[in-house]
C-alpha cells in the first residue's frame, strides 16, 4: 500500500502568513492527490483535487502543487478561518494530517 | 442543494452489530458512487467502504473486510453500512461522503456531519 506522510504534524502561524504544508507519497502517483480542510466537530472540506485543481467555492488564496511523490498545499495569506487540520489523500489512504493553529 | 445526513450510531458492546444509514438528497443519488469514512476521537480519516453506483461493486480495507457490509438502496436514495463483530478499535465517528467524479474518483466532495460509534462493554 502507498503511504502518505505529511510535514509538518503541527504549524503555528499569524493572519496574513503564507502558509505551506508537505505531503510526500511513498511511491508516484501522478497527480492523484486530494487536500482537505477539517475544523474540529465537522466533517472535511475538499480544497483541492487532482494536485492542483480548486474545487468550486474554495477562496483562490488556496493552491496546491506538485506530482509524483512530492506535493504541497499552499495558503497565500492565512484567514482566521483557516485554522484547521489539513488532510492530503490518494486514494484510499489519507495523510496523518497537519493542524495550523494560531501563533 | 446536496445532503447527506447519516444517522444509527450509538454505544454497543464488543462483538454485537449496528447498522448506520446515510440519507441522500439533492443530487441523482444512483448515479454516484458512495463512500463510509470514519474518524476515531482525536485521530485522523481512515476510509472503510466503497461501493459504486449501481452497488454491483463494494470494496473495503482488511481492517473491515468480513465483518463490515457496504449496502444502498437506490429507490429510498439510502447508503448503509451494517458492522457486525464490532471491536474497541471501531468507536469513531463515521462520515458518508459522496464520490465527486461519480465514479471511483475517490475525491469525495459531500459529507455527511458524521454519527458516531462507541464499542464498549
Known amino acids: 500500500d502507498i503511504q502518505m506522510t505529511q510535514s509538518p504534524s503541527t504549524l503555528s502561524a499569524s493572519v496574513g502568513d503564507r502558509v505551506t504544508i508537505s505531503c510526500r507519497a511513498s511511491?508516484?502517483?501522478?497527480?492523484?492527490l486530494a487536500w482537505y480542510q477539517q475544523k474540529p466537530g465537522k466533517a472535511p472540506k475538499l480544497l483541492i483535487y487532482?494536485?492542483?485543481s480548486l474545487e468550486s467555492g474554495v477562496p483562490s488564496r488556496f493552491s496546491g502543487s506538485g506530482s509524483g511523490t512530492e506535493f504541497t498545499l499552499t495558503i497565500s495569506s492565512l484567514q482566521p478561518d483557516d485554522f484547521a487540520t489539513y488532510y492530503c489523500?490518494?486514494?484510499?489512504?489519507f495523510g496523518q494530517g497537519t493542524k495550523v493553529e494560531i501563533k | 442543494q446536496v445532503q447527506l445526513v447519516e444517522s444509527g450510531g450509538g454505544v454497543v458492546q464488543p462483538g454485537r452489530s449496528l447498522r448506520l444509514s446515510c440519507a441522500a438528497s439533492?443530487?441523482?443519488?444512483?448515479?454516484?458512487?458512495m463512500y463510509w469514512v470514519r474518524q476515531a476521537p482525536g485521530k485522523g480519516l481512515e476510509w472503510v467502504a466503497l461501493?459504486?453506483?449501481?452497488?454491483?461493486?463494494?470494496y473495503y480495507p482488511d481492517s473491515v473486510k468480513g465483518r463490515f457490509t457496504i449496502s444502498r438502496d437506490n429507490s429510498k436514495n439510502t447508503l448503509y453500512v451494517q458492522m457486525n463483530s464490532l471491536r474497541a478499535e471501531d468507536t469513531a465517528l463515521y462520515f458518508c461522503?459522496?464520490?465527486?467524479?461519480?465514479?471511483?474518483?475517490?475525491?469525495?466532495?459531500?459529507w455527511g456531519q458524521g454519527t458516531l460509534v462507541t464499542v464498549s462493554s
Open positions: 487532482k494536485a492542483s
Open positions: 511511491q508516484s502517483i501522478s497527480s492523484w
Open positions: 489523500q490518494h486514494s484510499r489512504t
Open positions: 461501493i459504486s453506483y449501481d452497488g454491483s461493486n463494494k
Open positions: 461522503a459522496r464520490d465527486r467524479g461519480g465514479t471511483y474518483s475517490y475525491y469525495f466532495d459531500y
Open positions: 439533492g443530487f441523482t443519488f444512483s448515479s454516484y458512487a
